[in-house]
């Protein structure tokens, strides 16, 4: 196990248990569990975790945002779950959900395995092209040709990699999907190579989008022609159909020759049939979204860009952009570049520079220490780290880098804006978007964008955004006469409330305690106290809000909305709740003062376990400051901590 084991372990247990844990992938930012039922994960418990964002529902999908650690947090979760149940493969009875959930949710399950190493070829490939365009070297050299071979290889034989994740997806032996995936770029198969060996038999569907030659026939059933290389939508339908064909022969053909027969007789029926029939049909109706979805475009190219930029952000939220990552490819595949869904380019940028200016506004120093690395983050193409973590807390900043990505859109809209490559992100995909003849003119668009995007949004935030500092000691400032003097003037200037003690015990500060996330002060502002007597009490009149069944933390939310989680000693989640009483339940209304959980201070030392017990304001970020009683000792009701607002 790595450095997240106790997060993978409390996410596990929290979503319901390993058993309740159908598949499990993972994107650039997020785990995307699929659950038996939702119902069973503690949301509140797991959005409170250290190292989670936030927790998200959609596309039939239990999604655990983590950020850029998830690669780490989900080698980390894998030995704890069922590795056999990992694939999003399960059939069927478990795939509940709408139509347009379980679309969503087989999209993600297709593609996202591939985006990593898509990404990484697209890079080569554009900046192969660059080089070229800038005269390092010639497209005759060596250099080049291997370069070039990295770069595209992955996309000329894609039909592999999606015969590949189709098959896990369907529930179908991922080898067979990867020979169907192979078969289908079989060179002597494919259109163009047919086209300079032999004359077609005839034409179908002549002087039609949809005209195509037939040069071979399978046993007098007339073969289409295509070019099966580079494709996305026919391998996966011919896969899913293999799928269905493999589960008949599995129960028709006897057990002794099922190993090599099965296998066989499903590619000797789908292959054909995906040749003759699904390919063709699926050809086709990639053609019609690709010309429909230009139609569209065509009727107002500004239009199109500045809804697709106005609208990302959002679908990135839900993982509802999923939905539109085939447009984007398909179009690519046969158009030779999308112009389409590629406005969202925007909005990386206009993220980014919100974050960026919100920098340079803030005085929160907590706030502060975020903005940059996910600026750099925003910049490098992930962004939901800056969304979840900043930009939707603070939402004004979100409505403006959704306008100003809307403005980008419309920008790259007008100007025709392209990408011809797939792969890379953020400024990684700038050498993507050079024209395949050289020229610039499309790059110069896209950099142009980035400009124009970033200046807007830096400059709308600066504008429009207020510190919560700033703007509430204006607000104060114009409510109140000055005193004579500093004492005076900021009780003048300055509401409170007291948050009092929920323990007796010794006082520590935040920063000393042994625990790195508590003491850097990233899950809110505050003081720990060490605990001489195991009971913690109401600080404050509210509600529980939340109650972790380990019984070892809790969080309660003031009747003013003051948010406090109090977290019973360090890493005592390990207990599983041994040595721990609740007198209370989440959803409970307290008063201050009252009984809220009782805890074996001697047992819990003796399975050497630290009891500093961090008292920290969740929503620290809402209020001007918070400060700490200054004494060594503090006994039950006693004032801990004064939020000023």
């Known amino acids: 196990m790595g450095k997240f084991e106790n997060l993978a372990k409390d996410i596990v247990k929290n979503i319901g248990g390993k058993d309740n844990i159908i598949s499990l992938t993972h994107c650039i930012t997020r785990l995307r569990f699929k659950l038996k039922d939702e119902s069973k994960a503690n949301d509140d418990i797991i959005k409170n975790m250290s190292g989670v964002v936030t927790v998200m529902k959609s596309g039939g999908q239990y ?177 899913y159909f293999a799928s269905k064909c493999e589960k008949l022969f599995n129960k028709i053909v006897p057990d002794l020759v099922k190993f090599f027969f099965v296998p066989m007789l499903t590619l000797i029926i789908a292959l054909p049939i995906g040749f003759i029939l699904i390919g063709p049909i699926t050809t086709f109706g990639s053609t019609i979204i690709s010309q429909a979805i230009l139609s569209v475009r065509d009727f107002s190219p500004t239009l199109a860009g500045a809804i697709v930029g106005l609208t990302w952000q959002v679908l990135v939220i839900f993982g509802l952009h999923w939905g539109f990552i085939p447009v984007y490819i398909n179009n690519i595949v046969t158009l030779g570049y999308d112009n389409v869904m590629m406005p969202f380019f925007a909005c990386t940028f206009a993220t980014s520079a919100v974050v960026l200016a919100i920098f340079f506004k803030t005085k929160d120093k907590s706030l502060k220490e975020m903005c940059l690395p996910n600026f750099i983050s925003g910049i490098f193409g992930v962004t939901e780290p800056a969304i979840y973590g900043i930009l939707l807390p603070l939402k004004k900043p979100f409505i403006i880098s959704c306008i100003t990505g809307g403005i980008g859109g419309a920008f790259y809209g007008y100007f025709n804006f392209r990408k011809f490559i797939m792969g890379g992100m953020g400024v990684f995909e700038l050498p993507n978007m050079i024209a395949p003849d050289g020229s610039m003119d499309n790059l110069i668009v896209a950099i142009s964008g980035i400009v124009i995007t970033m200046v807007i949004a830096f400059i709308a935030t600066m504008v429009f955004y207020k510190d919560k500092k700033v ?175």
């Open 63 to 239: 999604q655990v945002v983590i950020g850029n650690n998830v690669q780490d947090v989900y080698a980390d979760v894998l030995p704890l779950i069922n590795v056999e149940n990992t694939n999003d493969n399960q059939d069927t009875n478990e795939n509940k959900g709408n139509l347009f959930n379980r679309f969503i949710d087989t999209i993600s399950g297709i593609f996202q395995p591939i985006l990593g190493i898509m990404a990484a070829c697209g890079m080569v490939k554009g900046l192969n092209t660059l080089f070229v365009a800038l005269g390092l070297y010639s497209a005759e050299s060596g250099g080049y040709m291997v370069l070039n071979a990295i770069g595209d290889a992955m996309f000329m034989f894609l039909p592999l990699f999606l015969g590949f994740t189709s098959a896990k997806k369907f529930n179908l032996k991922p080898m067979i999907g990867l020979a169907i995936g192979a078969i289908m770029c079989y060179p002597a198969i494919q259109s163009s190579s047919l086209s300079n060996t032999v004359e077609p038999l005839y034409t179908i569907f002549e002087n039609t989008m949809f005209a195509s030659p037939v040069y071979i026939d399978f046993f007098g059933i007339p073969v289409i022609a295509m070019d099966y290389t580079s494709t996305v939508i026919p391998v996966i339908f011919v896969t």
């Open 471 to 645: 703007e509430n000691i204006n607000e104060k400032e114009n409510t109140n006469e000055k005193e004579n003097t500093s004492e005076t003037e900021d009780k003048t200037l300055l509401s409170n409330t007291t948050i009092h003690s929920p323990l007796k015990g010794n006082l520590l500060e935040l920063s000393k305690v042994q625990d790195d996330t508590f003491a850097s002060g990233i899950l809110g502002k505050g003081v720990a106290v060490v605990p001489t007597e195991g009971k913690v009490v109401a600080p404050i009149d509210g509600t529980v809000t939340s109650l972790f069944p380990t019984l070892h933390a809790l969080g309660i939310t003031s009747n003013e909305g003051i948010e406090i989680l109090i977290h019973v000693g360090i890493n005592t989640v390990q207990l599983e709740g041994e040595g721990f009483k609740a007198f209370v339940k989440q959803g409970d209304t307290i008063k201050k003062g009252q009984l809220l959980i009782e805890f074996d201070i001697d047992f819990i030392k003796s399975k050497g376990f630290c009891l500093e017990t961090p008292v920290i304001i969740a929503n620290t970020n809402n209020y001007l400051d918070i400060v700490a009683e200054n004494k060594e000792n503090i006994d039950f009701e006693e004032k801990l901590l004064t939020v000023l607002k």
